[in-house]
């Protein structure tokens, strides 16, 4: 295989994990607010969720984005 070809499918590959990680973000995100009485008044919690995925295929599309760098395009003698 070509090196040239293969930093560019490493680059290629980050994008769609990219796009994949945020479609999975927008799925997965949830935000509410939790309410609750106590002896001095209303403790008002608000709580923002989202899953490990979309921690998990950013961080791998990121690696494979730096290591596309790391491929070199010409060959060295």
Avoid: C, Q, W, Y
Avoid at 7 to 24: G, S, T
Avoid at 51 to 58: D, E, K, Q, R, S
């Amino acid at each position: 295989m070509n090196l040239r070809r293969l930093r560019l499918a490493l680059r290629i590959i980050a994008v769609i994990l990219l796009a994949v990680a945020a479609v999975r973000f927008a799925r997965s995100v949830s935000f509410h607010t939790e309410t609750e009485a106590t002896a001095s008044g209303v403790t008002i919690d608000h709580v923002f969720g989202f899953g490990h995925v979309a921690i998990i295929l950013p961080a791998i599309a990121l690696l494979l984005f730096a290591l596309s760098f790391a491929v070199r395009s010409k060959r060295v003698e």
